[in-house]
């Protein structure tokens, strides 16, 4: 089904038709959903093109995976039930006594998974600042297997140098993952700065309208592919086509949706850096951002998400997050709406307060993600909002 597409052919015109193209039998533009379990063979174990059970494969589920390795300039790509999934696939390759080197900065899912499912079958995590220089190198083991970090990274969008990460990783014979669900393909590619898999939560900004769960690996190397695809089958993680298509019709329109995302953050960021109430702005495309330098050299732009710190703590902070008219009190991110969290009591909630404390997780930290409403109505929402929170900090 797919489009010969130029092989010059920029990233908007692959988002709409890599993987995809006019069906052949009757000329459909949209890719159909192909709501089957199970599939006709020519003869016994003679499957047509590949297909035989839905869990393996599914044609709508295979024009997506086409579609985001070309968005990621992979040769391949894996989808599954959910972000949570494509991590678990990954860990399913590691055997008792490997060990994963990972930024402590992270989704608190991904935290959970490491330290509540997989260190129980004697996998070893070491969490490190992966902003700073050499910290990589000083945690590897010559048991050490993957480099695993988020850059943005949820929710402190600290930035992590993809190409030296992918450096250090490399030297101690790992593999460097990236979870690449905050920038997307359209603003970053970590691929092409050396890493050897990206991992995104399809539910996210890929899929862009806050109705579907998914996640996806995409990758180079062939015989990492053929295991991987072998778990996503044996363990049963797979997405459905349903998903996959509406995630098909977001990535038509991701160059479109992150350009405003991108342009109404850097107006919230700063309008909160003007205000007297909010302590910090940590936003990448403000000027006392830590890692400024890296997001210019690796990000087209500075993404949509900025995280806050109100005067007032914890008490400021939830009362801004319940207090908001257009910005919606909701856990996720990526979606055309915009939505307030306060981590340390919702998405981050799995992690030790001792443990976010150390890597700069405040108690009163607030995330936004910014939707595309208009710019002015987002500002306008969160100064009423910070009138109230400052009734609540006294």
Same mark, same amino acid.
């Given at each position: 089904?797919?489009?010969?597409?130029?092989?010059?052919?920029?990233?908007?015109?692959?988002?709409?038709?890599?993987?995809?193209?006019?069906?052949?039998?009757?000329?459909?533009?949209?890719?159909?959903?192909?709501?089957?379990?199970?599939?006709?063979?020519?003869?016994?174990?003679?499957?047509?093109?590949?297909?035989?059970?839905?869990?393996?494969?599914?044609?709508?589920?295979?024009?997506?995976?086409?579609?985001?390795?070309?968005?990621?300039?992979?040769?391949?790509?894996?989808?599954?039930?959910?972000?949570?999934?494509?991590?678990?696939?990954?860990?399913?390759?590691?055997?008792?006594?490997?060990?994963?080197?990972?930024?402590?900065?992270?989704?608190?899912?991904?935290?959970?998974?490491?330290?509540?499912?997989?260190?129980?079958?004697?996998?070893?995590?070491?969490?490190?600042?992966?902003?700073?220089?050499? *910290?990589?190198? %000083? $945690?590897?083991?010559?048991?050490?297997?993957? /480099?695993?970090?988020? #850059?943005?990274?949820? !929710?402190? &969008?600290?930035?992590?140098?993809?190409?030296? *990460?992918?450096? %250090? $990783?490399?030297?101690?014979?790992?593999?460097? /993952?990236?979870?690449? #669900?905050?920038?997307? !393909?359209? &603003?970053?590619?970590?691929?092409?700065?050396? *890493?050897?898999?990206?991992?995104?939560?399809?539910?996210?900004?890929?899929?862009?309208?806050?109705?579907?769960?998914?996640?996806? &690996?995409?990758?180079?190397?062939?015989?990492?592919?053929?295991?991987?695809?072998?778990?996503?089958?044996?363990?049963?993680?797979?997405?459905?086509?349903?998903?996959?298509?509406?995630?098909?019709?977001?990535?038509?329109?991701?160059?479109?949706?992150?350009?405003?995302?991108?342009?109404?953050?850097?107006?919230?960021?700063?309008?909160?850096?003007?205000?007297?109430?909010?302590?910090?702005?940590?936003?990448?495309?403000?000027?006392?951002?830590?890692?400024?330098?890296?997001?210019?050299?690796?990000?087209?732009?500075?993404?949509?998400?900025?995280?806050?710190?109100?005067?007032?703590?914890?008490?400021?902070?939830?009362?801004?997050?319940?207090?908001?008219?257009?910005?919606?009190?909701?856990?996720?991110?990526?979606?055309?709406?915009?939505?307030?969290?306060?981590?340390?009591?919702?998405?981050?909630?799995?992690?030790?307060?001792?443990?976010?404390?150390?890597?700069?997780?405040?108690?009163?930290?607030?995330?936004?993600?910014?939707?595309?409403?208009?710019?002015?109505?987002?500002?306008?929402?969160?100064?009423?909002?910070?009138?109230?929170?400052?009734?609540?900090?006294?």
């Amino acid at each position: 089904m797919s489009h010969s597409l130029p092989k010059d052919a920029r990233f908007e015109t692959r988002a709409v038709h890599a993987g995809q193209g006019p069906d052949p039998n009757n000329g459909a533009v949209m890719t159909p959903v192909y709501l089957t379990s199970t599939y006709a063979q020519e003869a016994p174990a003679v499957p047509r093109q590949g297909y035989e059970y839905s869990r393996t494969t599914n044609p709508t589920r295979t024009a997506l995976e086409e579609n985001l390795a070309s968005l990621e300039g992979g040769a391949w790509g894996l989808c599954f039930a959910s972000g949570l999934a494509s991590t678990n696939a990954l860990m399913d390759r590691l055997v008792p006594g490997d060990h994963v080197v990972c930024g402590n900065d992270l989704y608190g899912g991904t935290y959970r998974i490491f330290t509540k499912v997989f260190e129980r079958y004697d996998i070893g995590f070491s969490f490190v600042n992966t902003t700073e220089p050499g *910290a990589i190198a %000083a $945690a590897m083991t010559p048991a050490t297997k993957y /480099v695993y970090i988020e #850059t943005p990274s949820n !929710p402190l &969008l600290s930035l992590t140098d993809i190409a030296k *990460a992918a450096e %250090a $990783a490399h030297a101690g014979g790992a593999l460097l /993952v990236v979870d690449n #669900t905050f920038a997307t !393909p359209y &603003l970053q590619r970590p691929l092409e700065l050396g *890493a050897d898999i990206v991992l995104h939560s399809l539910s996210k900004y890929l899929g862009g309208h806050s109705d579907l769960i998914g996640g996806a &690996l995409i990758g180079r190397d062939d015989a990492v592919r053929e295991e991987l695809a072998f778990y996503q089958n044996a363990v049963g993680g797979c997405l459905s086509p349903m998903d996959a298509f509406l995630v098909l019709r977001g990535t038509k329109t991701l160059g479109v949706r992150m350009d405003r995302h991108c342009q109404n953050a850097q107006a919230v960021a700063n309008a909160l850096s003007e205000h007297d109430l909010v302590d910090r702005v940590i936003y990448p495309g403000l000027p006392d951002h830590p890692q400024l330098m890296i997001a210019q050299a690796q990000m087209a732009q500075p993404g949509g998400m900025v995280s806050f710190e109100l005067k007032g703590g914890v008490g400021a902070a939830n009362a801004l997050a319940s207090a908001t008219r257009v910005f919606t009190l909701a856990e996720s991110l990526g979606g055309v709406e915009s939505l307030v969290e306060v981590p340390p009591s919702m998405t981050h909630a799995s992690i030790p307060p001792e443990v976010r404390r150390a890597a700069g997780l405040a108690d009163g930290l607030v995330r936004l993600s910014v939707g595309v409403e208009h710019q002015d109505d987002l500002v306008a929402d969160l100064h009423q909002a910070l009138d109230v929170a400052r009734q609540a900090a006294g």
